[in-house]
């Protein structure tokens, strides 16, 4: 089982800068995705970054390329998310979650680990 825990939410101005971080326990590359996804307030939820382990590959969604960074630390037990020039259109909630096996990682569907979220809010 693989247990995540999302740190690292706030509130910034328009332009400013964020790193968001989960903890995972539990957690081997093998054959796993790790994403992280947001939910802003009346929107489904949907995937921002997904790192793929078996290659180091990554994955940006067209509204946060360039901007988003998903990363893990040299132990691989934390997962980031570095979020620069921020826009209130990325206020949501951050999701931190895990997929085993890992098919396209794009699909909140294909994800059965999740941590409880943290929230960002982006004033203009």
């Known amino acids: 089982r693989i247990q995540l825990v999302e740190s690292g939410g706030g509130s910034v101005q328009a332009g400013g800068s964020l790193r968001l971080a989960c903890v995972t326990s539990g957690y081997t590359s093998s054959n796993t995705c790790l994403a992280w996804f947001r939910q802003a307030p009346g929107k489904d939820r949907e995937v921002a970054a997904v790192l793929f382990p078996a290659d180091e590959g990554t994955y940006y969604s067209d509204s946060v390329k360039g901007r988003f960074t998903i990363s893990q630390d040299s132990t691989k037990v934390t997962l980031f998310l570095g979020i620069n020039d921020t826009a209130p259109e990325d206020t949501g909630k951050y999701y931190c979650?895990?997929?085993?096996?890992?098919?396209?990682?794009?699909?909140?569907?294909?994800?059965?680990?999740w941590g409880r979220g943290t929230q960002v809010t982006v004033s203009s």
């Open positions: 979650a895990a997929a085993r096996p890992c098919y396209t990682g794009l699909r909140a569907i294909e994800y059965v680990y």
